[in-house]
């Protein structure tokens, strides 16, 4: 069993459409959780990052955390073409530095 | 501010070569992270330099090893090419007082042939 578990997909949805992306993870030891976004042949970006559990919002973007579930979620709101990408989730223990522990990745397609 | 480069984009191989990756981090950035990706496998962390010092590892062979300069530049190394090292081979780099962030690179393209 993976450490960090994400459904691949793909998810297609229509163009302003609400998107959920999630993980569960299986290591209570995750501090902090990350979401990337990665377009073809480039290397992913950061678009959130949370430590605590509850709700981040950045513009169209939420990321929710539930340490206690273990499960983790991306929403983006008013989707657009330009969303589409694949959505990796990614998390790490503080004592560990910067070692990323990553999701499989959601391939997300927004059709107009 | 520039960000993370990396050179070659893309290079291909026979198996029981070696090659070495490079990877420039954002300037001021101390801690340089390599990832490897493949279809099958995701995102697998390889090792973590800081200072020159190589802070974590992954759970990779002895074949991968890596050594960050003075000037936080950061190489990666495979012996003894083999197939399944084909992969898109990922840098990031963050600074001390902001590691939750990492920025990566574009990545360079490795085909074992």
């Known amino acids: 069993q993976k450490e960090v578990e994400q459904d691949p997909g793909p998810l297609s949805v229509p163009e302003g459409a609400i998107v959920s992306l999630n993980c569960t993870y299986s290591n209570s030891a995750f501090q902090y959780f990350m979401w990337y976004r990665q377009y073809s042949r480039k290397g992913p970006e950061l678009l959130m990052y949370t430590y605590s559990s509850g709700n981040k919002e950045d513009g169209r973007f939420t990321a929710q955390v539930d340490k206690s579930s273990k499960y983790i979620s991306l929403f983006i709101r008013d989707s657009q073409p330009s969303d589409s990408a694949t959505y990796l989730c990614?998390?790490?223990?503080?004592?560990?530095?910067?070692?990323?522990?990553f999701g499989a990745g959601t391939i997300l397609r927004v059709k107009s | 501010k520039a960000g993370v480069t990396q050179t070659p984009r893309y290079l291909i191989k026979t198996r029981g070569q070696q090659v070495t990756l490079s990877c420039s981090p954002i300037s001021g950035h101390r801690s340089v992270s390599w990832y490897q990706q493949t279809p099958g496998q995701g995102l697998q962390f390889l090792f973590e330099?800081?200072?020159?010092?190589?802070?974590n590892k992954g759970n990779f062979p002895g074949r991968f090893s890596g050594r960050q300069f003075s000037n936080s530049r950061s190489e990666m190394n495979v012996s003894t090419l083999e197939l399944g090292d084909s992969a898109l081979y990922l840098c990031?780099?963050?600074?001390?007082?902001?590691?939750?962030?990492?920025?990566f690179g574009p990545g360079t393209r490795l085909l074992v042939l």
């Open positions: 990031a780099s963050s600074s001390r007082a902001d590691q939750e962030t990492q920025y």
């Open positions: 990614a998390m790490k223990i503080w004592e560990y530095g910067n070692k990323l522990v």
């Open positions: 330099y800081f200072s020159e010092t190589q802070r």
